[in-house]
């Protein structure tokens, strides 16, 4: 027997209520099939189940608020022998009005004899006025967010670092690829810098994990959270998987496609479930540097500043540049600040060479 239980889908998530049920009993599933919609007080996240099998029964019902962990559904295992079903105790013509007025009969309280379900149990608790209480997304987010990052102060030991990165070669780089390409196909600049983190990552895979039970926990790829803004406040960090073996033009595809699923609240567990590290980019709303705060389990968080003119001297010429200040907030229990200033070196040494990320 296989139970399916609501997964986390973040370190800020205690509990989901279920939206949508995706199967029905009876009907078989494979690993990574979309079996249900969720919605957490961030996003309406569709959630996978990684193993194969049949629906046996769905125990959560939509509408249903419920705590991380809980079983939701049951399945038989390929080969297994299906349990025998059990019937609450009913009348014929219960069950007929319990379809008539869509009342899950198993969750009506019987009066009958040996505590059998009549018809009028089940029209007494179809009356009963079902008030759904408003709920502020946007508060409710809010307070995600506060819980996840009141505790990454509390438990993390951040240390943080920061280092200026000339994009002159980048950005020449971008244009002239771009003008092969069709407009809604050109690549940003924070595609190319996911890609160097990504492929940086390979030499610090200290910096590419958990912390768990005490003790750090690699990766099993590199899986670079994107931190979204959304528009009614707040954001989310879904994942970019495998980054580092996927093309700048992949990457930038893959990337549109997140932003615009997570504003439309259609995001999927693995999204959710699994970065590894965290990409925070605020170039865009025009800040020189960030210093994020880490999002545990994960042991580190990469951000991106504007790219703006600098002086810059170079070969002895002091001369205007394109220059981004990146940053690295790293858990001082996975690493320390000498591997945490030989990844930033390396990643602004990858973002001089745009032409092999």
């Given amino acids: 027997m296989i139970e399916f239980k609501l997964p986390s889908l973040g370190a800020d998530m205690e509990q989901g209520k279920l939206l949508e049920w995706k199967v029905k009993p009876g009907e078989a599933v494979k690993r990574g099939q979309v079996v249900a919609v969720v919605d957490t007080s961030k996003a309406a996240v569709e959630v996978e189940i990684w193993h194969d099998g049949v629906v046996e029964e769905l125990i959560t019902k939509p509408g249903e608020t419920i705590p991380v962990g809980t079983v939701m559904a049951r399945l038989t295992a390929p ?9 609450k105790p009913a009348s014929p013509a219960a069950r007929k009005r319990a379809h008539e007025l869509d009342v899950d009969i198993d969750k009506v309280t019987g009066t009958g004899p040996h505590g059998a379900v009549t018809v009028a149990d089940v029209e007494s608790t179809a009356a009963k006025p079902s008030i759904a209480p408003t709920v502020d997304r946007q508060a409710e987010m809010r307070k995600a967010i506060a819980a996840a990052m009141g505790r990454s102060k509390r438990e993390i030991p951040h240390y943080y670092l920061s280092e200026a990165i000339p994009m002159q070669r980048a950005i020449e780089h971008l244009a002239r690829a771009n003008e092969a ?13 996911l890609k160097a983190v990504a492929l940086t990552l390979r030499q610090f895979p200290e910096l590419n994990g958990f912390w768990r039970d005490g003790a750090f926990q690699p990766g099993a790829g590199i ?34 496609d997140l932003v615009k699923r997570a504003r439309a609240g259609s995001l999927r567990s693995s999204e959710m479930s699994d970065p ?14 960030v210093f994020g705060v880490i999002y545990p389990p994960q042991v580190a968080l990469v951000g991106f500043g504007r790219v703006a003119e600098r002086a810059w001297a170079e070969a002895g010429a002091l001369r205007a540049a394109p220059v981004v200040t990146a940053t690295l907030s790293g858990d001082h229990r996975a690493s ?22």
């Avoid at 407009?183 to 595609?191: F, K, Y």
């Avoid at 590894?276 to 540097?289: D, H, K, R, S």
């Avoid at 320390?336 to 001089?352: S, V, Y």
């Fill in 79 to 87: 080969g297994e022998a299906a349990a025998p079903v059990t019937r």
């Fill in 181 to 193: 390409r069709p407009v809604t196909e050109r690549v940003l600049l924070g595609a190319l810098q």
């Fill in 223 to 256: 899986h670079v959270g994107v931190a979204i803004s959304m528009r009614q406040g707040g954001l989310v960090a879904p994942a970019i998987h495998d980054v580092d073996g996927r093309s700048v033009e992949d990457l930038m595809r893959a990337l549109a």
């Fill in 276 to 289: 590894t590290i965290t990409v925070t980019n605020l170039g865009e709303q025009g800040v020189e540097a």
């Fill in 336 to 357: 320390d600040g000498h591997r945490g200033a030989r990844f930033l070196a390396a990643l602004r040494e990858q973002l001089q060479r745009p032409e092999t990320l």
